[in-house]
């Protein structure tokens, strides 16, 4: 049984330019939530996405966009990328009625801003 | 401002020492999870506790729910060095869907 997984792994880039993270769920799991994690910080929840709609979102501006296909995987989407947007972007998977108690994190994609 | 402030920061201790992780907030939380991330990975979920006052064991590793909800610990006994990582706490508010984590606690046990 596959796990929640994320892709690429490992991302480099230019100040300005838009980029595009995938995640599939954990099997069986239908909603998806992004975290945004800084060098020494906890995981900061950016949006979840159920049923492909956008549930809930973080304190994260316009920029961060996201989208849920109809076989529950997930994209998240960064346009206009600052230095400070340089973090590991987590996937997290879930059950709708466990979203809050049983999360299964993929292994991140780490973006580096230049 | 963290929502979850964890104590301590960092934690270095021996093989076979005892260690506790403190996880407190002013907010009451309908359940609170603890996770272990090593470098260049994802958070692992060790456990959930839901009820105050619940006590949780997992092998070596002792959690517990404060009765008010609002905080919780984490206590290793002969502590080895396959437990170093980053140690988070992660609490849910009620009719919240999101995760509030803490910043961690960066745990090394030396041999």
């Known amino acids: 049984d596959a796990g929640v997984t994320q892709s690429p792994t490992h991302l480099i880039k230019t100040r300005g330019q838009q980029v595009t993270l995938r995640c599939s769920p954990k099997?069986?799991?239908?909603?998806v939530s992004w975290y945004q994690q800084a060098l020494g910080q906890g995981p900061q929840f950016i949006f979840q996405?159920?049923?492909?709609?956008?549930?809930q979102r973080g304190n994260f501006p316009d920029r961060f966009s996201g989208h849920q296909f109809p076989n529950y995987s997930s994209e998240l989407n960064v346009n206009a990328l600052l230095l400070g947007d340089s973090a590991l972007y987590l996937c997290?998977?879930?059950?709708?009625?466990?979203?809050?108690?049983?999360?299964?994190f993929g292994q991140g994609t780490r973006l580096t801003v230049v | 401002t963290q929502l979850l402030e964890q104590s301590p920061q960092f934690l270095s201790i021996q093989e076979g020492e005892n260690l506790t992780v403190y996880c407190n907030s002013s907010?009451?939380?309908?359940?609170l999870q603890w996770y272990r991330q090593e470098p260049g990975e994802g958070p692992v979920l060790l456990v959930t506790?839901?009820?105050?006052?619940e006590v949780k064991k997992l092998k070596r590793l002792t959690f517990q729910f404060g009765d008010a909800r609002k905080d919780s610990s984490l206590h290793i006994t002969a502590a080895q060095p396959g437990d170093t990582g980053l140690y988070l706490c992660?609490?849910?508010?009620?009719?919240?869907?999101?995760?509030?984590f803490g910043a961690g606690t960066t745990v090394t046990v030396r041999a």
């Open positions: 997290a998977s879930s059950l709708v009625y466990r979203a809050n108690t049983e999360a299964f």
């Open positions: 907010s009451v939380f309908s359940s």
């Open positions: 099997s069986g799991h239908d909603t």
């Open positions: 996405y159920y049923e492909e709609e956008e549930r």
């Open positions: 992660a609490g849910a508010t009620p009719n919240d869907y999101k995760l509030s």
């Open positions: 506790v839901v009820t105050g006052g």
